[in-house]
């Protein structure tokens, strides 16, 4: 069992570029998570979906954040542009279904400069 | 606005004594309460939980402790390990809404050999 599977690891970009976090969940799960982790907000939910559909982007911060799940393997988030206060360790989570126990992968941290 | 706090970012505890973590909620509609743990550059994984049914639910070395009416919950480990030196995040969730967990900001825990 592979896990929760998320890439790249580590990111550095400039101030205005786009930065794609990509998450493979686990076989057969049903619900995908995002969420941030910064030290002031603790691990905020950005958005999460349930069969491939976005049931909650509450989270998300602003329109330069999107999240896509084409498929129930493989869901993208993307920053467009990114800006220095994005710097944060960006996390994705899989459950068999909303409320169950979520499995997180290792996350993605992202640095903008 | 914080709907789930932990108020002690950090707690240093010696070997084979309590480790007791806290953390408070404000929203009265969360019946599912979870602590997740943290290794650094890894993922969350799942701890332990429990149902706004009870007040106290036991696994191992880890108990949590539930008071639903002052919206308080802890998580005692005992005896601490230098192993359960982590990050330990509380969370909540509404089981009757979109079931979504919200996160505290975490404790950080450092068990001394």
Avoid at chain 2, 76 to 96: E, K, L, T
Wanted: glycine share 6%; net charge neutral.
């Amino acid at each position: 069992d592979a896990g929760v599977i998320q890439s790249p690891r580590h990111e550095v970009t400039e101030m205005g570029q786009e930065v794609t976090l990509r998450c493979k969940p686990i076989s057969g799960h049903n619900s995908l998570f995002w969420y941030r982790q910064t030290m002031m907000r603790g691990l905020e939910l950005l958005i999460y979906f349930n069969n491939n559909v976005p049931i909650d982007d509450s989270g998300m911060p602003e329109d330069r954040f999107s999240a896509k799940m084409p498929n129930a393997s493989f869901s993208t988030l993307k920053i467009q542009p990114s800006e220095p206060r994005d710097s944060a360790v960006y996390f994705c989570a899989s459950s068999f279904y909303p409320g169950d126990e979520q499995f997180f992968g290792p996350g993605t941290r992202l640095t903008v400069l | 606005d914080q709907q789930v706090k932990q108020n002690s970012p950090s707690l240093s505890v010696q070997e084979g004594r309590i480790s007791i973590l806290n953390c408070d909620y404000t929203n009265s509609m969360f019946d599912y309460f979870l602590w997740y743990k943290k290794y650094p550059a890894e993922g969350p994984t799942f701890l332990i939980s429990i149902s706004s049914i009870k007040d106290k639910n036991e696994d191992g070395r880890f108990t949590v402790f539930l008071n639903k009416s002052a919206k308080h919950l802890s998580l005692h480990i005992v005896p601490s390990q230098p192993g359960d030196s982590a990050v330990y995040f509380c969370a909540a969730s509404d089981a009757s809404g979109t079931y979504k967990y919200i996160f505290g900001t975490g404790t950080r825990l450092k068990v001394l050999a």
